[in-house]
């Protein structure tokens, strides 16, 4: 798991979400998180830069993705014990589909990333059982400036209740789905996985935690159901970074849909396919879902892709 940090113009500094890792390198790592963790430093770079887009409905912003400044974002994760702070780059996301693509480095260049998830693109099933991992993070302000920050490793159980696979009803989030999980603050961008049918099965993620609506209730009694949203995966795939693979190096833009495909991401859909085609002015999205029988297709585009997404 990944935390998400950053400081505001008064450099007090706030929780933006969390993460996960979906291909480990050693120093660095492909990671997946929420769109709208990055929102406060997206708008506080555009009022900075006069671009600020606060006033215009969602629904006529650019239609493609994302790109920050990602110097004032930090990244921290604990490995045995030893909590590791990290550089955040190549920030991407779209608009309305909470579901966000980056890289992370460790600054010391320790070998930290040695673990990753499988992914699962296609849509989970209503009654499915999803399990949620997240911390809950805490953040104590002292009087001398500095502060002190705490983790604490948080699991709950739900079904799917619903999905969505086109928009959804409210700004920031389409081709999600609901689940009767109440989550946390904080817990943003965490994984949800498919529960695991017997032990020493890998952990498949299906899907993002975006929003929660849960009332009190669902998070001090377990048989009260909570109220919540998640974004599915498979829009990421038109999403793209430069990478390093080891010694393989591909410079310029590379789809995640191309990682998938080369098999470099752990996919582990069945009968679900995404298939990526793109250039620097428009890029389709294309998910063909084959697991009822006949074919189920949903078309995303987007316009506005650089060739080169590092961050300048």
Not at 121 to 144: C, F, H, T, W, Y
Not at 194 to 204: A, H, Q, T
Request: charged residues 20%; hydrophobic residues 40%; proline residues 5%.
């Amino acid at each position: 798991m990944i935390t998400l940090l950053s400081s505001d113009d008064d450099l007090q500094v706030d929780v933006l979400g969390s993460a996960f890792v979906i291909k480990a390198n050693g120093v660095s790592a492909i990671c997946l998180g929420a769109a709208h963790s990055f929102h406060p430093v997206q708008r506080r770079q555009a009022w900075r830069s006069g671009k600020s887009n606060l006033k215009i409905p969602i629904d006529f912003l650019p239609k493609g993705p994302n790109y920050l400044n990602p110097e004032e974002i930090t990244a921290f994760c604990v490995r045995d014990g030893v909590p590791h702070v990290c550089r955040v780059d190549q920030i991407n996301y779209i608009e309305n589909f909470d579901v966000a693509l980056f890289t992370v480095y460790e600054i010391d260049g320790a070998n930290i990333f040695n673990e990753h998830v499988a992914i699962d693109i296609g849509a989970p099933s209503v009654g499915e059982n999803l399990i949620v991992m997240g911390n809950i993070i805490n953040i104590e302000k002292r009087s001398d400036g500095k502060g002190v920050i705490s983790q604490r490793f948080c699991m709950r159980m739900g079904v799917v209740t619903a999905t969505e696979m086109g928009k959804g009803a409210l700004p920031g989030i389409s081709s999600y789905f609901e689940t009767t999980i109440p989550l946390y603050g904080g817990m943003s961008g965490s994984p949800v996985i498919r529960e695991p049918k017997k032990i020493g099965d890998p952990i498949v993620v299906v899907g993002v935690v975006s929003t929660d609506n849960s009332p009190s209730e669902a998070f001090e009694k377990f048989q009260v159901s909570g109220s919540s949203k998640a974004t599915m995966l498979w829009p990421a795939m038109g999403l793209g970074l430069q990478v390093e693979i080891g010694n393989e190096v591909d410079t310029g833009h590379v789809f995640l849909g191309e990682l998938v495909e080369r098999s470099i991401i752990d996919n582990r859909s069945q009968n679900v396919t995404v298939k990526v085609r793109g250039d620097t002015e428009r890029t389709e999205v294309l998910y063909e879902d084959m697991r009822s029988g006949s074919p189920y297709r949903v078309l995303l585009t987007t316009t506005g892709h650089p060739n080169d997404t590092r961050s300048k």
